[in-house]
């Protein structure tokens, strides 16, 4: 399923949702620029999580040890990866921002961010594949959006066999499907050995903090 638009409206300008799509924009853009060396970057800035541990190990500085968390979460694989990320960030960002305010809703996502980088972490910790991508944070996004508009209209396209259809279903159900794919996928990878893939875990992660957050957050009208 692809979603095509909501509509449930925004309130305000959602200025922060534009400045993440920009600043993971410019770092995909700054990627392309690297050539070879882009293996290295995804290493240094990407959240390796044996390499974490490794750090941990030998006490390296604790700015060091975490500076990944933040970093990965503005870098990504390839086009399709950054493009289906900032689709769904368009999409159900503006929403949120607009119900959460413009400072709360970029600490929400960052802290978000973080939660889901820590459980792919800690469910992955023998793996030294980087974990990118900003779909952590995202996911958060998702779970604020289903706690504050189950019952907003996703137009979504549907592929049914050989044939497309378009069709507005309920942001309660697109979203709870989208979880339960999330969730199955991520306990059929444990113990899976794989040199790469999805962060599964990091999906699970975002989405549950997003809505364990809400009510910490406020869910209050943004009207400015």
């Known amino acids: 399923m692809i979603p095509l638009k909501d509509k449930s409206p925004s309130y305000g300008i959602p200025f922060v949702n534009y400045l993440l799509i920009a600043a993971n924009a410019a770092v995909f853009f700054y990627e392309l620029s690297l050539g070879k060396g882009l293996d290295a970057f995804f290493v240094k800035y990407g959240l390796v999580p044996s390499r974490y541990f490794e750090m941990v190990a030998q006490h390296t500085h604790i700015i060091t040890r975490y500076v990944p968390f933040f970093t990965s ?93 378009i069709i507005d279903i309920s942001a309660i159900l697109f979203i709870g499907f989208w979880f339960i794919m999330q969730f199955v996928s991520g306990i059929q990878s444990i113990d899976v050995d794989t040199s790469g893939g999805i962060a599964w875990w990091a999906h699970v992660g975002g989405f549950l903090a997003g809505i364990a957050m809400v009510p910490i957050f406020g869910r209050r009208r943004y009207t400015a």
């Open 73 to 165: 979460m503005f870098i990504h694989g390839g086009w399709l990866h950054i493009i289906g990320n900032m689709w769904f960030l368009f999409i159900f960002g503006d929403n949120v921002e607009g119900r959460l305010g413009h400072r709360k809703y970029l600490l929400f996502y960052l802290v978000s961010g973080l939660a889901a980088a820590a459980l792919q972490v800690y469910l992955s910790a023998s793996s030294s594949i980087p974990t990118i991508g900003a779909s952590g944070a995202i996911s958060g996004v998702l779970g604020a959006y289903l706690v504050m508009f189950p019952r907003a209209k996703i137009v979504t396209l549907l592929p049914i066999f050989f044939f497309f259809d």
